[in-house]
């Protein structure tokens, strides 16, 4: 991979170079960056679970003898003339029974990975934007240079037509086109689901106006350098993510990121 990579402004000529930091040369390695995105994954989980007693507060109790009575020998409920008499309680997998083997609030569903892990996966991440193969294998369509950085102006942008024009203009309008075919609601008996597909990444040094407007693009994300993670740079655990570098990102890139995975 070559050193130094061209910075394009808003009209997509090249006006300077820029040498790559060094966790750009980062060996691709997808065990990690898979149990990695695991983990931190699993940090926004929430622990759940059942009250022990639930469904075994009530009168249900087995015939005594069980025995002789031409119904099933499971507990049921006490009394007359009200809805539950009669019905089955206290007993897993029956009809208005208790829930078998419920979720339980202490079981430990966070997992940890260790430090160097951690930095690791995410320079063999950012390393994976730079790879046009592996880029073009996840399935984006593009027609620019890898890895793809622009002017510190960028950030500027204050329109959503802005926005998309200079997207066209780095080759990328196709990949937003993808996006958006892919993008459909799917219908549960609960709710409506719309599912987006994983457009390109804008990797910016400060939000501003930019985060707002992005926010009405399907599939296009943005997050800052210094907040970069591996569920950005590689979603579903899939490494070479689109990904458009500013070059205060870049910048701010190298003084947070120099020593990671050494």
Do not use: C
């Amino acid at each position: 991979m070559e050193t130094s990579v061209k910075i394009l402004n808003l009209e997509g000529k090249e006006v300077e170079s820029l040498n790559l930091p060094s966790v750009f040369k980062t060996p691709l390695r997808p065990d990690v960056i898979n149990r990695v995105y695991l983990a931190l994954q699993s940090h926004g989980r929430q622990p759940q679970g059942r009250d022990p007693l639930a469904g075994e507060r009530t009168s249900a109790e087995s015939g005594h003898p069980p025995t002789g009575r031409g119904i099933s020998r499971i507990p049921r409920v006490k009394g007359e003339r009200y809805s539950k008499s009669g019905m089955a309680g206290a007993v897993a997998s029956t009809v208005h029974g208790r829930m078998p083997h419920p979720p339980r609030s202490e079981k430990v569903i966070r997992k940890e990975v260790n430090k160097k892990e951690r930095h690791l996966a995410l320079a063999s991440a950012i390393a994976a934007t730079a790879d046009t193969d592996l880029v073009s294998r996840r399935g984006h369509k593009f027609s620019a240079n890898l890895p793809i950085v622009v002017s510190t102006e960028f950030e500027n942008i204050a329109k959503v037509r802005e926005l998309k024009k200079f997207l066209q203009i780095l080759g990328i309008d196709k990949d937003i086109e993808r996006v958006s075919n892919r993008t459909k609601k799917v219908s549960t008996s609960l709710s409506k689901i719309t599912r987006i597909g994983t457009g390109p990444l804008i990797v910016v040094s400060n939000k501003s106006k930019l985060s707002g407007i992005v926010k009405s693009m399907e599939g296009v994300s943005l997050v800052k350098s210094a907040d970069i993670s591996v569920l950005d740079l590689a979603p579903g655990s899939a490494p070479g993510r689109l990904t458009i570098w500013t070059k205060d990102a870049i910048g701010s890139l190298t003084k947070n990121v120099q020593n990671i995975g050494a």
